[in-house]
């Protein structure tokens, strides 16, 4: 099993920045997608970025322009830089991983795991 770890989140006002991170740990033997995911009360979570482990990404429409996913493979860790925020990016934003682990006998791809989430409130 592999746990993430999201921080960074907080208050800001309308138009300020924050950035959060999610740290990988775990029998890893390979991660491959990480993403960021987000959810609004009363609506559906949905995704806000995501990178491969070659460093391609996408983002919602929403976000374009103005947040900026990266990661370090190094340190089994991906950040979500986010710029000019809005109050519509008020939400629990959740850190995504693919990836293969393993034991002491096997390896298990195809497995995902999720953070605990980490609150944003944007103020107007």
């Known amino acids: 099993q592999v746990q993430l770890v999201e921080s960074g989140g907080g208050l800001v006002q309308a138009g300020g920045s924050l950035r959060l991170s999610c740290v990988a740990s775990g029998n890893i033997f390979r991660i491959n997608n990480m993403g960021w995911y987000r959810q609004a009360p009363g609506k559906q979570r949905e995704l806000v970025a995501a990178v491969t482990s070659s460093g391609s990404t996408n983002y919602a429409d929403s976000v374009k322009g103005r947040f900026t996913i990266s990661r370090d493979n190094a340190k089994n860790t991906v950040y979500l830089q986010m710029n000019s925020l809005r109050p519509e990016d008020t939400a629990v934003y959740y850190c995504?991983?693919?990836?293969?682990?393993?034991?002491?006998?096997?390896?298990?791809?195809?497995?995902?795991?999720w953070g605990q989430g980490t609150q944003v409130t944007v103020s107007s």
């Open positions: 995504n991983a693919n990836y293969a682990s393993y034991s002491a006998t096997s390896v298990r791809v195809g497995a995902v795991s």
